[in-house]
């Protein structure tokens, strides 16, 4: 008889949480936040007083979703990367389906718990919209979507642009325009530059939701790769660096601690004040919304913003 022995299987988070967390300084990838949990914590902090960016975001496509349809024009199909809950993309795909066509909407996602709630959601909400939804990481590549029939809408809204290094954000512009077919368009949502008195709550909330955010990602450590996070001796830091134009969250040790990562065989020693740079959160003038374009091989056609320029909306063409 011939016994296959199982080779122990790495969970697929393994690889990111090794380099991030041998490296100096330690890091972890803001992709690491969006376990159920995370997703969950998330759609908490899109509702919080304090986070305006969603806010203002459904305020620009409650005001616009018309005039941001009809120049996109005769798109049947949506595609929307990191679609998560999707809570605004509604007014879109209520403007698009007013335009006559039907349309089907491709939401896609990391996380399979945010997407079923997606689906759910869109079906009450707009029971005539085709919902094809996709769990994928769509920054590794989407070459599929090239081959759907009719004219397309991507959708990166949110401003999760800004939780990619410029460079990458020009690169992930780059595939996107590579899944683009002729007459296809994206609509690219980005948080402005303001004050960090605006800032700096949005990121640090008083009924520290975003703390919790943050300091799920080592719960999850905790539960996936079976490590032993002593959560509560680790705090949530904000920092708002002006030079990079950019909200930084970390997490930063209160003690010198070590922490073991079972599944990693990997043992990381903490000083006391050291941290873990969990995201970057760009924010942006519009020669930076430019260059990312410019660099993803997309033009700028249309800008739509709300009375105080707090966020922005693009249409992107190739
Ligand atoms: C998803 N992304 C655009 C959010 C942001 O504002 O950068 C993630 C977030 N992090 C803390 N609060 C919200």
Redesign the pocket.
């Known amino acids: 008889m011939h016994v296959r022995l199982q080779e122990p299987k790495l969970s697929p988070i393994a690889d990111d949480v090794m380099s991030g967390l041998t490296r100096n300084p330690k890091t972890l990838s803001?992709k690491l936040?969006y376990d159920a949990r995370g997703s969950e914590l998330?759609d908490q902090?899109?509702e919080l007083q304090e986070?305006y960016?969603t806010a203002t975001e459904r305020k620009i496509f409650r005001d616009n979703a018309a005039d941001i349809v009809a120049q996109a024009a005769a798109c049947t199909a949506a595609v929307e990367l990191?679609a998560?809950s999707a809570s605004k993309t509604v007014l879109l795909l209520d403007a698009l389906m007013k335009a006559g066509e039907p349309i089907t909407y491709y939401p896609v996602d990391v996380s399979a718990s945010a997407l079923d709630a997606c689906g759910v959601r869109m079906q009450q909400l707009l029971p005539k919209l085709q919902v094809v939804p996709k769990v994928l990481d769509f920054t590794q590549g989407m070459p599929q979507f090239r081959r759907i029939a009719g004219r397309k809408l991507f959708l990166f809204i949110?401003?999760?642009?800004?939780?990619f290094e410029p460079l990458e954000a020009g690169l992930f512009l780059k595939q996107v325009r590579s899944s683009m077919n002729q007459g296809d368009a994206l609509l690219l949502g980005t948080?402005m530059r303001k004050s960090p008195d605006v800032l700096i709550p949005?990121?640090d909330d008083s009924e520290g939701v975003?703390a919790e955010?943050?300091k799920n990602v080592l719960v999850r450590l905790n539960r996936e790769l079976n490590a032993d996070f002593d959560v509560d001796q680790f705090a949530h830091r904000i920092v708002w660096n002006d030079e990079l134009s950019r909200?930084e969250?970390h997490l930063e040790s209160l003690r010198r601690q070590s922490v073991s990562l079972g599944a990693l065989d990997l043992d990381i020693e903490f000083r006391k004040g050291e941290t873990i740079h969990t995201?970057?959160?760009y924010k942006f003038t519009m020669p930076m919304v430019h260059a990312i374009a410019e660099n993803g091989g997309l033009s700028v056609e249309r800008t739509w913003s709300d009375t105080k320029e707090w966020f922005t909306v693009h249409l992107l063409r190739a």
């Open positions: 803001p936040f998330f902090i899109t986070y960016p990191g998560g949110g401003s999760s642009i800004g939780n948080d949005a990121y975003t955010f943050n909200i969250m995201e970057n959160s």
